[in-house]
């Protein structure tokens, strides 16, 4: 049987079993091992926000993998006027 630490975490109940099997499992893991985890698990990365306008879009589609990065800041272009309609909170696609 596999299991993903991700799934168990995310049904995670404290109930007694659970908690056991947490602490055998912090017992087992080297602490280089856990404190690489902490570090990973504690440090999100930073966001990146990026400008209303022409090269804002631009630097977002290319950060997105768009092949064509200058068709998405024209499909923006068009879809909010040059970002003066926007549908919703920061929706500038309709």
């Known amino acids: 049987m596999t299991i993903k630490l991700t799934d168990v975490a995310k049904y ?3 109930l007694p079993h659970q908690v056991n099997a947490w602490n055998w499992l912090q017992g087992e893991v ?5 404190e690489s ?3 990973k698990y504690r440090n999100a990365p930073k966001l ?3 400008t209303n306008d022409w090269n804002g879009v631009m ?3 290319k950060a997105a993998g ?5 068709v998405v800041a024209a499909q923006w272009a ?3 006027a040059w970002g003066k309609h926007v549908s919703g909170t920061h ?3 309709g």
């Open 66 to 70: 768009a092949k064509y990065p200058e």
């Open 59 to 61: 630097a977002a589609g």
């Open 37 to 39: 985890f902490a570090t």
């Open 12 to 14: 995670y109940d404290e």
């Open 91 to 93: 929706n500038y696609f």
């Open 48 to 50: 990146v926000t990026y």
């Open 30 to 34: 080297d602490p280089s091992t856990l």
């Open 78 to 80: 068009l879809e909010s």
